[in-house]
């Protein structure tokens, strides 16, 4: 997906009004979420694990228009906190990880604690403010149960802000930490809408082969229980009448995450569209119709991919109803 947009009328509209991405938690890089208008996007990432910021030291700046990396957590008053480590890094949080949980379900590997850093954190219009941002549009959000303590802290953001990606929990892997209906309700309380559930885990105590896999162990299969996911949340094409430049930033999101035809209807607005007669001399089916289509078929490739492969796991685990 990177960059399809770039010699299209949509990359000429990113260009004319490009993105800021911010995430929040960025251990391992930027996710490739807006990479379709990369070339567009000043990307930003917060990550207070020492170990993982001097590796993100080394990562390419490409296909980003630019990258810049902040060495504290985002909380939601800032100060001095603890960042708890456990034996898998991936799952470290400012709150204390719930051992219970991770006995429940053998898991034990994310709720161990190894590692104890003391660590600087900001809130996040701080944040944005002293790093001189003059407010994000794309936001991600995954540090292991303080979402909502972060968001909560930040309305001016907000009001700002056109798209959200968040990491939510159904079962509470930290103390006290808000649940996913919890994030949702506040979320559409700020004029935001759920486009969609992003890659749902389950969890199983007996082995690791989740519905439909059938395995050797005891029991042979088992359902995961649901237990986190990312959510979605946008601002609605209706959200942004009346300010073409926000409109059509909120319409490049709509693109790169593959919701044309709400980037249709946000083009549609009349000022909108005279803007966009104006700027690129194309009507809103046209700037769409392009994108719509390179984004389409690459995402037909991949599935077709995604599928051939897989079938390896149900070829290599077909034995195991034989034995």
């Given at each position: 997906?990177?960059?399809?947009?770039?010699?299209?009328?949509?990359?000429?509209?990113?260009?004319?009004?490009?993105?800021?991405?911010?995430?929040?938690?960025?251990?391992?890089?930027?996710?490739?979420?807006?990479?379709?208008?990369?070339?567009?996007?000043?990307?930003?990432?917060?990550?207070?694990?020492?170990?993982?910021?001097?590796?993100?030291?080394?990562?390419?700046?490409?296909?980003?228009?630019?990258?810049?990396?902040?060495?504290?957590?985002?909380?939601?008053?800032?100060?001095?906190?603890?960042?708890?480590?456990?034996?898998?890094?991936?799952?470290?949080?400012?709150?204390?990880?719930?051992?219970?949980?991770?006995?429940?379900?053998?898991?034990?590997?994310?709720?161990?604690?190894?590692?104890?850093?003391?660590?600087?954190?900001?809130?996040?219009?701080?944040?944005?403010?002293e790093a001189g941002m003059s407010g994000i549009d794309y936001l991600k959000i995954d540090v292991e149960g303080a979402e909502l303590s972060i968001l909560e802290a930040a309305p001016t953001v907000l009001g700002g802000l056109l798209a959200l990606k968040?990491?939510?929990?159904?079962?509470?892997?930290?103390?006290?930490?808000?649940?996913?209906?919890?994030?949702?309700?506040?979320?559409?309380?700020?004029?935001?809408?759920?486009?969609?559930?992003?890659?749902?885990?389950?969890?199983?105590?007996?082995?690791?082969?989740?519905?439909?896999?059938?395995?050797?162990?005891?029991?042979?299969?088992?359902?995961?229980?649901?237990?986190?996911?990312?959510?979605?949340?946008?601002?609605?094409?209706?959200?942004?009448?009346?300010?073409?430049?926000?409109?059509?930033?909120?319409?490049?999101?709509?693109?790169?995450?593959?919701?044309?035809?709400?980037?249709?209807?946000?083009?549609?607005?009349?000022?909108?569209?005279?803007?966009?007669?104006?700027?690129?001399?194309?009507?809103?089916?046209?700037?769409?119709?392009?994108?719509?289509?390179?984004?389409?078929?690459?995402?037909?490739?991949?599935?077709?991919?995604?599928?051939?492969?897989?079938?390896?796991?149900?070829?290599?685990?077909?034995?195991?109803?034989?034995?």
């Amino acid at each position: 997906m990177r960059n399809i947009f770039e010699h299209l009328p949509a990359g000429e509209l990113a260009r004319r009004h490009p993105l800021r991405y911010v995430d929040i938690g960025s251990r391992g890089g930027f996710q490739e979420d807006l990479h379709p208008l990369a070339f567009a996007v000043d990307a930003t990432g917060f990550e207070p694990d020492p170990e993982a910021f001097a590796a993100l030291q080394g990562l390419p700046v490409d296909p980003w228009k630019s990258v810049s990396y902040l060495p504290y957590a985002l909380s939601d008053s800032g100060g001095t906190r603890t960042l708890y480590i456990p034996r898998d890094p991936i799952a470290a949080s400012l709150l204390r990880h719930d051992a219970a949980l991770g006995t429940r379900f053998n898991k034990q590997h994310l709720f161990e604690i190894v590692r104890e850093e003391t660590v600087e954190t900001k809130s996040l219009e701080d944040a944005v403010r002293e790093a001189g941002m003059s407010g994000i549009d794309y936001l991600k959000i995954d540090v292991e149960g303080a979402e909502l303590s972060i968001l909560e802290a930040a309305p001016t953001v907000l009001g700002g802000l056109l798209a959200l990606k968040t990491e939510v929990a159904f079962v509470p892997p930290r103390v006290g930490q808000p649940l996913a209906f919890d994030v949702a309700n506040f979320m559409h309380a700020q004029g935001f809408e759920l486009m969609a559930m992003l890659d749902p885990m389950h969890w199983r105590r007996h082995g690791d082969l989740i519905d439909p896999y059938y395995g050797t162990g005891q029991p042979a299969y088992a359902r995961g229980q649901l237990i986190h996911a990312d959510f979605l949340f946008m601002r609605s094409p209706d959200a942004v009448g009346g300010d073409p430049a926000r409109a059509v930033r909120l319409a490049l999101l709509y693109m790169a995450l593959g919701y044309f035809d709400h980037a249709l209807m946000t083009f549609e607005d009349a000022q909108v569209r005279a803007y966009l007669e104006q700027a690129v001399d194309l009507s809103p089916p046209q700037v769409v119709a392009s994108a719509s289509k390179a984004y389409g078929r690459r995402r037909f490739v991949q599935a077709f991919g995604r599928q051939a492969r897989g079938m390896v796991p149900f070829v290599r685990y077909l034995k195991n109803l034989f034995e």
